[in-house]
């Protein structure tokens, strides 16, 4: 799970800023741009929150599962 968690911050990081450096380039903002960058921005959150929620989800059932017991000899 750690790896996972780890990549999908990575992911969601990475997109953010390449967003952020779009919006700050010392240029002229075309109409509409900050808003389908925001849109952007949530929809990436969105893909962390799904994705990092089915990862702790799977972790816990694997978690909850009960030991196995030795095999008797």
């Given amino acids: 799970m750690h790896d996972q968690m780890l990549t ?23 109409p509409g741009e900050r808003r389908s960058t925001a849109l952007a921005a949530i929809a990436a959150a ?19 599962r009960p030991a196995e017991a030795a095999p008797v000899r």
């Fill in 8 to 30: 999908l911050f990575d992911d969601c990081v990475s997109s953010l800023l390449l967003l952020r450096g779009d919006l700050a380039a010392n240029r002229r903002v075309q």
């Fill in 46 to 64: 969105e893909r962390f929150a799904t994705l990092a929620t089915q990862v702790v989800t799977d972790a816990d059932r694997e978690s909850a």
